[in-house]
């Protein structure tokens, strides 16, 4: 799958396909009832990139998230998809957009009145794929995140944890080429949580997926930002640590506060960074 | 927001609503068995309600005209008043009151809850119109199954009417139905069903809008529950009165 994925996605022969962001926005303001939420936010995810979100709860994560699906439209400024301008787009005409973006909800939203499988198959049904194909997808998609039992249970009957996992099952399949991840791991047991950073970083290094990844958590910071992914000699995908012949990796953090980035640039900076906010919010200060 | 602007602006957010449905008819996807499912749901499972009021209303309109038409003595009569009443104004408006009671709530109960838990805009983040997938085959089962379920409340309502005529006034069962059956006119019978399809379409769009524009969480979805029923039964009722006086109009021009 891997192989097939890689020809697909790796246009880097064009060169316009590598220098365009898979996305950019552009100087975004929004306010809602006169709060000022996104204050001037400039964001660029180059192709293969994974942008990390830091930032107090309430802070715009989630709605940066929002406004590139075009669930919300901002007041001003520019956003881009693939270097498509969305920001003016209409409902349909931002369908075919999402269709290669996919998301993981912070609150999971998952379908109530379908089951597991409906809820993964979601996608694939609707681009009108054959039944035994998306059977198949579904299957691959629930083994992954550990779930392959759950198949037929009703969102209802799960765990949060469980729902979440659902979640981006439903979120990967139909492999997209942007992925856009609202605290995956929150409430989740660590090797669970290790399992998705594992995930971010194999679709960032091996099939070219852009992604952003909102968390709180700076356990999620370190997984993504020290291991990279590579295929050895038997063809097995290997997780190696960043060494210090090779730092290579294509994360960046960036860092929000009262709806400003005050923080842009890679772990070792976010490390020996002097603003105070940054080093207390790594701290877990106030 | 002054209540008249807000009234305009709900308006047109309604006439758009119904407008982007209906647009999406002529395109892909379609989504038959979601459709059939909303059939299934209004039309067979609102029958027994409306099958039960249109019994007793057509049952408690002979109970009280009878002894009034017996005054003037024309009581052979009774099976055409009811006929007129029921076919015309009580078949429809009682049975899209019931439906929207029963299903202008679930709907916006329903769209309402996915809204604050999300699932409309996971819906639209997975590549889907939600007013193609779920508004359209709502509205669309409300215009189709709300003519057929009034046609069912008339007859139950003449069955209703012929019952407490023959068992507590003692008229004949063949007086009743020939009077029936002489008193009702083409035009009833298309005004009888034009008519539903209108309030078919007000309680569908009603409670679709009122449920996706639900805001404020699991109190805001019993808001719009309330909202939708409320606004579309009013609409329902006001509707009637206009709608009475163009059918008028028209089927007495279609008569000349
Ligand atoms: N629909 C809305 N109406 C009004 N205010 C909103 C709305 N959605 C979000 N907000 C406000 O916008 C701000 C940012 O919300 P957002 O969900 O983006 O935060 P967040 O950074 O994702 O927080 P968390 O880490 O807790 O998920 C919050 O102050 C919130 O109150
Ligand atoms: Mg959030």
Known sequence: MFETQKIETNNSSDPFWTVVPAIELRDVCLSFDDKLILDNISVSVRRGECKIILGRSGGGKSTIVRLILGLLKPDSGRILVDGEDITDYSEVEMMPVRQKIGMVFQEGALFDSVSVYENVAYRLREQGHEEAEIEREVTRMLEFVDLADAINKMPIELSGGMRRRVGIARALIGDPSILLFDEPTAGLDPPTARTICELVIKLRDLQDVSSIFVTHEMNNVENLSSEYATVNEKGEVVFEKEGDKLCLINTEILMMRNGKIIFNGTDEQLKSSDEVYVKRFIRGER | ?256
């Open chain 2, 1 to 256: 927001m002054n209540p008249l602007t807000r009234f305009l602006s709900e308006l047109q957010e309604v006439s758009l609503l119904i407008w982007r449905a209906f647009i999406s008819i002529f395109s892909y996807p379609r989504y038959y068995a979601e459709t059939i499912k909303q059939m299934d749901l209004i039309g067979v499972g609102s029958l027994p309600i409306v099958l039960l009021t249109g019994f007793f209303t057509g049952g408690v309109l002979v109970l009280q005209v009878f002894p009034t038409l017996q005054y003037y003595s024309i009581q052979n009569e009774a099976g055409n008043s009811v006929a007129t009443s029921l076919i015309r104004e009580l078949g429809p408006v009682l049975s899209a009151l019931m439906v929207s009671g029963r299903i202008g709530a679930a709907i916006s109960a329903e769209l309402g809850s996915m809204v604050v838990s999300q699932q409309i805009d996971a819906m639209r983040a997975l590549g889907t119109d939600p007013i193609r997938r779920l508004v359209l085959p709502r509205i669309f089962s409300l215009v189709v199954m709300l003519p057929l379920l009034t046609v069912a409340c008339d007859i139950l309502g003449l069955i209703g009417g012929g019952v407490v005529a023959s068992s507590i006034y003692n008229q004949d069962y063949h007086v009743f139905a020939t009077s029936v059956r002489v008193g009702i006119s083409t035009s009833d019978l298309v005004s009888g069903l034009i008519k539903p399809l209108f309030f078919g379409l007000i309680i569908g769009a009603v409670a679709c809008h009122k449920g996706l524009s639900t805001t404020g969480g699991t109190a805001g979805v019993g808001r719009s529950t309330t909202d939708a029923v409320v606004i579309a039964s009013i609409w329902v009722i006001i509707f009637d009165f206009f709608l009475s006086k163009a059918l008028q109009y028209l089927l007495d021009l279609g008569q000349l």
